[in-house]
DNA sequence: CGATCCCGCCACATT
DNA sequence: AATGTGGCGGGATCG
């Protein structure tokens, strides 16, 4: 029904369709519907691939495209389908031929394929099991959902009890953190003490189980007095702020997901019959109770053993017994656990049995270990956990006591990420043409660092553009010890940090390119990058948190990503390189304009790097275009790159011979892409422009500042790109310090899918004065720099964006939506997947391309976003 | 026909 | 009021 209605829906009111997806692409979405009614459909879903089921019906029936999309899609991998997507079906969909569609569509869906197991694995897919320590990935709700093509509800389901086994943990409203299995077993283990005590008596008798099954419940309920159970279970979550924390249902799932884990853990076969647990988890007990209620709690029990199957902990099996043949669960994951009851406290690492991931990695995680030590004792409830509901509050809160600090990070990027792709997004809408961006970090620095290295990341930025030459210098040497992360250990200072020729964003992947990057930053970017990427999808947010600490490195390096150091680069190399595939370096042609560095001028650095990369896209830049503009042949290359990056082994390799080459050639641009977790979702491309190679440079966490101007392009996967360029311009206009900032400018968040929507675009005026502001590298903190500041940091900042601010120092700064179908100017285009590209088509103007060019300058249209695509596209010429 | 469990209404929480 | 969460159970689909 709701597909017909939706289909007719779709026709007559396109709009209302969106509500739903609407919401989320808000940018988007007014310009499209005028233009094409269709997207509807493909609207609200952001990607093509996996709509939601209406959606998807509703497509389908529309065209036959849809389908055999559809049927990709169930090869999963939306890497892939993203891939797939790439062709202009959305566009068809418009087209959609009415060929009896329905027929087909009903086929396709099959109850199965939408099963929540499977959707949890594609959802598990996304996301590495064991992410690196440092990186935190964050995941919005809103954009997994839209990938996956499922509504929000269903990623609810999933996401829950993932946290209850702490997996993730939701640091704010939409938006949770992938912590992965490295607490795993921690948790575990935790749950089976907690489950002792609660059901050991039971667990005794339980072979017997079948029989037992009603005296479990009962016993349970008499044995163990309830509070006790729940406290426990409870344990990480409300129970701190007890007041708050039962004000809500307390998320049944989640403790019954916990509980039901216990069982396992507690139960000799391992196997568990959905009726005991289900009257187990009954806390009414009163048995019986309801027989409803018996049916719901069982249904429910469904569902998390569909997630926990996805995690590979348990499977079904069947159980016959007296009563017959039942359906059960068998507990497949791990039974012991390394540190295991023995102590409680096993956190420490040292002694801990864990493997080394945990300790290395999980550096920040410890403190959840320890959290989670507590919560098996009750005591814990005491320490933390109040705060965590005082947190949540305010932050809206993430459920999980532990990890406070990460989740406060986190949190913070997310909100900064967020901030500023509102502020794209509404800078998009607004007209305001020349507004700019100016991410700076707001005076309120000091929370950049919520991490330690606040500092050594401002100095980094200050590399701007403009003094790329200085920088090269110094970034080069600096950035070297920098670096480490993979390497750090060696340089042994951390002075580099500073430098660090990457911008991280919370937000998803992030694509990067550079202008030459020195040799070692190349390398430990592309390792790092690598990294991210590897993670699948996974790098997601957590990139640029990492990315933060190791490159802002030894400071921040110590508490949380200790291992990582030690553990070099090269491990990281070839774990990125066998994971994934994710960052890709293109080796810049040669091209070299070394001089760049030397240049004082930036300006030289742009065209450089366009051209490089029309080199590698092949595509003949146009000269002029070698502003920017070129990108859009790049698209394809990148794509494929991107691709290949993916795969795991040629990636490494590739970097390989980049970093060497660049290593030749300091000043060689260099690119980094950063995949975005789930690959298709949303990229960003960063890419330096003018500067010198050294240019870029990124303060790890504090970062806030790009000294290089690089134009980001965070795609969402939708559509919306929000690119950004900054002219190389910088040093004259912003006199201030931030010379930095000024030059580079441009952002992108895309961090969850919705920036995306608005793409923006923003130029710095145009040109790249030379001048080098002497000052640069000054603090970035201050808040003069009118610059886009793209740095996580900043965006933990909190509304350190000041995306408004028209002017950065001199720079005029235009912002201009790229929408899709025009080409962004330079590289845009080539990011986008293939799927943008039909978005993009549709709205018609494809070749902008070349109007585009003068982004830098001229674009300074007021008009909407809606309004310059137009304009851009009629006025090309411009 | 029982086992599964998708789907999405709707209440409650949060913003 | 809008939006985020997530309990809940009708009823469709699977086996």
Redesign the pocket.
Known sequence: ???FDRSRMAPKTPIKNE?VDL??QKGCTPERNPITPVKLTDRPQPDPWTP???LKMLVSAASPDMRDREKKKELFRPIENSEQSDTPDSLQYDMVDDSTVDEFE?QR????Q??????CQKFLARYPSYPLSTEKTTIS??EVASILG?????I??I??VL?SLHLVS?V?????CWHGRHNLSQTLKTLQEAGELQYGELMTFQHKEQDLDYKFGERKKETIPDTQDRQLLDFSEPDCTSA?AN??????????SQKFVMLFLVSKTKIVT?DIAAKILIEETQDTV?H??F??????L??I??VLTSLGLIK?V?VTEER?????FKWIGPVEFPGKTDEPRGNNPTSDPLPRTQRGVCAPYQICATGKQRFTRHTSFNGEQPCEGTR??????P?SPRQERQDEYCSKVINLAAVCRQKIEEDTRNPSTTSTLSLLPVPGDSDFCVNPLPQAVFPMVQADVPNLALLNGVSSQTLHPSMPAASKTENGKPTLLPSQPFLCFPSSSLFMLCGGLQENNLRETLPTTGEVGNRNAEAQAAVPPTACQKRSSHKCTSPSAPVDDEEPAAKKQTMEQSDAPLSLVVPKKPFESPKAESIPGSGCTPSVHLEAFHLDLASPAAPEAADKESTKPLDSQEQEKWSQNKDPDEPSPGKEHISKENANQPFLPQYLYVQPTSGLSSFNFLFSANQAPGAISLAARQLPSLSVPCVVVPSAAMGSFPVVCSPPVTGPLSPVPDGSFSAAASMNFSVSGLASTAPVFIGTTAVVTPKVSPTPSVDPQQPAHPTLHLSPVLARSCGALKLDSPVCMGHPVTLLKLQQPSSTPLTPKSIRPARHEAFFKTPGSLGDPVAWKKNEGNQTRNASSVQRRLEISSTSPD
């Open positions: 029904e709701n597909i509500p919401s989320k939601t089921a209406n009903k869906p099959s109850r199965k939408k099963s929540l197991g499977l959707l709700l809103d499922v509504e929000r509800r269903r609810y389901d996401v829950n946290e939701r704010a409203k939409n938006q949770y708050s004000s809500r249902k307390d998320k049944s799932l989640r403790i019954m959905l309801d409803s209620k049916k719901t709690k069982v249904r429910r469904y569902d053993a569909n079904k069947h017959g043949r039942k359906p059960a949540r509050k305010v932050s809206s809160e459920n």
